[in-house]
């Protein structure tokens, strides 16, 4: 087996479709190689060695150990260096690189091969005494730290106590003898803590590395990122060894990090942030305050550090050129990161770049248009959890805002919160029910559970390109970063913001696409929909096939559904429309009688509202199909609890409050998702359905007449199990239909269907399909009644089922696939065959879902339904279904 594949010198035996084998970065590099992009010559170890590595108790294949001396030798070859020369060094990068980047999770060790020795080497090479003890420190202080576990405050306490030593406050007052001084107390220490030497040899130095790499993939805050992302531990992790070049050589070398395209907005401008004479991890790690690359983001930004541009043109001219070819190469917006050593460019990495929301449709749009990609290229670009992003809230224009202060506009899109000082805490106030600000100096890769779950994240150190941004900007949670006119104090738990005091749990606002912070909770409102979201919805739907429904009852969510492109309602859950306190009484009291009187009396009040209720959605879906659902009410929603409540009903029904007392203790149910439900109250009370099935007819009569639009309305019966149930309650809607028809002497089309939330309905498909025209697959009951879970008491442990991976995913929220999935197939092939023309759709939650709704797409189903602001998103997954 091939275990180790090398790249440099304008060639490469990896290509950037082996991302499953070299990892993301490894199969880039040698990507990038191929093409002539200048890169530092490497090679990296596959991802079949960690998954090897794992299954075989830590250990490594018998020829790892060749195909690495190999590797080590073609490194020398290259680099004209050799590894653990003394004369002239070569020294190496060992770095992780999954398939899926997993931003600053796993570890890194630069300058790998110096040891007391090679330091000299390194002297006389780069004729830098300083340079050369700054890199051996660091060395031994991020391979300490990595490899060999002890712990960084170590160092850094040891750092200061030099410092103190010397009368200085800054590295840069460091000389050549100190950081040489500082080499020996950090070994001394290391010896102090292991009881064993810091290793000189390089090949155990870089075994060592290798190893903590492999060892990374099983860290906690790794195992946190796959779990929040998805991302499955087989994949395993690729080792990525690379000859160093070194941006702190002096002023004509710098380290940076760039977008081929703007990444916040999308923009066909090139982005990106530098440090002169730095390492690259300067740069991420937001300590110094980064220089923008061009002019223009100068300005835009209000910086005045002078642009690369004007520092560097040559080189920047070179940073273009790349910029050019790479995106041209992969058609994709790139994330770079680079690195001039004494005036030569060198690229250290690509990769598709993050972006915002905004962007990422900007991107795909203008790519499309530019001949870049094809139209269905730039639909499949577009992840539907970003789409989503879109639809979110904004800060409301005319609204009051108090600022505190302003940073860089990190991650779009507004919040507000109460202001917690640490990720722990932000998890902690979170289980209470609060809603979080998270407010750092700036965050690291543990931070990332208190982050995602923060409605926004506010740092005062860093860029546009540090850590809370990037991992911000993927979560899509606002974010401000890098407001530099705050200070945090951690241990009072406040901040100061020109002049001003915030405490912990005190309220702010985030803005992420303005960068301001504000005191207070600013209200938001709906974002204005771009252009260039209708011209991909365009797209969307020129190759989609599934029809796309909304769920909605009220005219708002029937408005709401139109503007997003919703072609019908899908499902709409007539007991909602009771709750406004005006009819609840009502309803009650229907609940509550004890005779069919009793009953007729409460609905003959009903009637008139549920019939303005249809004619307002008739009307505003102006013919589109309306799937009216007949009252599926789970009774205890639905009983009065309070004491007012009892004596309002018992007055509504005009009996004293003693028999509405023994009413609901009669009707208390200890189950009531599997109770007196859905078309079993039909069952129990036909004029029930009898009148909602008059006031559907009588409502689209009506509209029918008023504005001659034709309204086929589709009546659902809930919760049938048997065709038994199904035909007397079809024949309770079609006298109903025959009754109006005959007294307004106006006849219409209309279908009844059911809906399919049982297992048993799924498996009698066959003879329900003899009475019903369509299924709507009500797959929030269907979850619950296959998998025996209640949709409502599932949460607290559900998580526990996904951490060991016994649902991989919400089966709430994402169809099980194996399990209810076989029904809704089985159901779909056996009412088929009944019925070969018979209309197919989905209404529970799983309609909004991108991988639920290419389950649909795969059985042919018509349509999905969906709450109205995931209409969009569900057109968008259809679309992508069929690509
Ligand atoms: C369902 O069960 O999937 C459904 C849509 O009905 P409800 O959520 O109202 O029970
Ligand atoms: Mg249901």
Redesign the pocket.
Known sequence: TQWVYTFGDGKAEGRADMKNLLGGKGANLAEMSSLGVPVPAGFTITTEVCTYYYANGETYPADLKDQVAAGVAQLEKIMGAGFGDRKNPLLVSVRSGARASMPGMMDTVLNLGLNDETVQGLIEQSGDPRFAYDSYRRFIQMYGDVVLGVEHHHFEELLQDLKDDRGVDLDTHLNADDWKELVGRFKAKVHEELGRPFPEDPQEQLWGAIGAVFGSWMNQRAITYRRLHDIPAEWGTAVNVQAMVFGNMGDDCATGVCFTRDPSTGENVFYGEYLVNAQGEDVVAGIRTPQHLTIHGKQIHGSDLPAMEEVMPALFKDLCDVRDRLEAHYKDMQDMEFTIQRGKLWMLQTRTGKRTSKASLKIAVDMAREGLISEAEAVDRIDPAQLDQLLHPMLDPDAEKDVLAKGLPASPGAAAGRVVFSADDAEEWVKRGEKVILVRIETSPEDIGGMHCSEGILTTRGGMTSHAAVVARGMGRPCVAGAGEIRVDYKAKTFVARGRTIKEGDTVTLDGSTGEVMAGAVPTIQPELTGDFGILMGWVDGIRRLRVRANAETPLDAQTARKFGAEGIG?C?TEHMFFDPARIIHMRQMILADDEAGRRKALDTLLPYQRQDFVDLFSIMQGLPVTVRLL?PPLHEFLPSSDEEIADVAKAADVDEGTIRAAIVRLHESNPMLGWRGCRLGVSFPEIYEMQARAIFEAAVEVAQKSGETVVPEVMI?LVGTKKELDLMKAVVDKAAEEVFAAKGKRLDYVVGT?I?LPRAALRAGDIAETAHFFSF?????TQTTLGMSRDDAGPFLHYYREKGIYEKDPFASLDQDGVGELVEIAAARGRKTRPDIKLGI???HGGDPSSIAFCEALKLDYVSCSPYRVPVARLAAAQAVL
């Open positions: 499902l859950r599926d809930p809906m939330e009500g797959t929030n009951d269907l209404c529970g939650e």
